[in-house]
């Protein structure tokens, strides 16, 4: 039991990286080695329009705000890719209401 503990510690002192697969159109964040993992989804709906669909993180693992990383790690590439988007999950939504910062505001498509 100890050992478990110990583990989980390690865990949350690990920082959150936040990986892009663009072919797969996803951003990733690895769990528990690389077996479980968060992820949020999107898609291209027009040239230079994403639709930021679904962030899904695995119930042991919510509350901890791997949410919020995928989430400004999606909105940082509508930023860095000069692009518009359209918030279908709604946690995205809930995140850019949280963090109403400029250079997100101006991207979303209401």
């Known amino acids: 039991m100890a050992q478990a503990s110990q583990i989980n510690a390690v865990e949350l002192s690990c920082p959150i990286k936040v990986e892009h697969d663009r072919k797969r159109r996803q951003f990733t964040v690895r769990l528990n080695g690389s077996h479980d993992r968060a992820v949020l ?3 291209y709906i027009g040239k230079k329009t994403v639709d930021l669909q679904h962030t899904e993180v695995p119930d042991a693992y919510r509350g901890r705000g791997i949410a919020k990383h995928l989430a400004k790690a999606a909105m940082d590439f509508v930023v860095e890719e000069d692009l518009k988007a359209h918030l279908t999950c709604w946690y995205i939504q809930k995140f850019v209401k949280e963090n109403p910062q ?3 505001l101006e991207r979303v498509l209401h």
């Open 41 to 43: 989804l999107y898609e």
């Open 102 to 104: 400029p250079q997100y």
